[in-house]
């Protein structure tokens, strides 16, 4: 089964998440509202929090960094993000589960 946070499109796989900068550690914590949490080291200035986010998700999924791509969210907590590629939702299911 499908976790509620992650979604197969036409596209790729859209993964909604709830991400809360300036953490001690990178990593992912539990569910939020439906939304995977990811607490993320960087702080949320200057784009910093979400380009840490793209190159952690590109490193813990195996995915290049190019096919990860941030659809909304971009001043937001909340954010969706597609990615796309060779990579099923069950390798991200797995590699992302908390």
Avoid: F, Y
Wanted: glycine share 6%; with cysteine.
């Amino acid at each position: 089964m499908m976790p509620i946070w992650l979604k197969q499109t036409p596209a790729g796989i859209v993964l909604n998440l709830h991400c809360q900068p300036g953490a001690k550690l990178t990593k992912v914590v539990g569910l939020h509202d439906g939304c995977l949490k990811i607490s993320l080291q960087a702080p949320a200035l200057e784009n910093r929090a979400n380009e840490m986010l793209l190159s952690w998700l590109s490193k813990r999924l195996r995915v290049p960094q190019k096919q990860i791509q941030l659809l909304s969210g971009q001043n937001s907590r909340v954010k969706r993000v597609e990615i796309w590629g060779s990579i099923t939702p069950e390798q991200i299911a797995d590699a992302l589960s908390p």
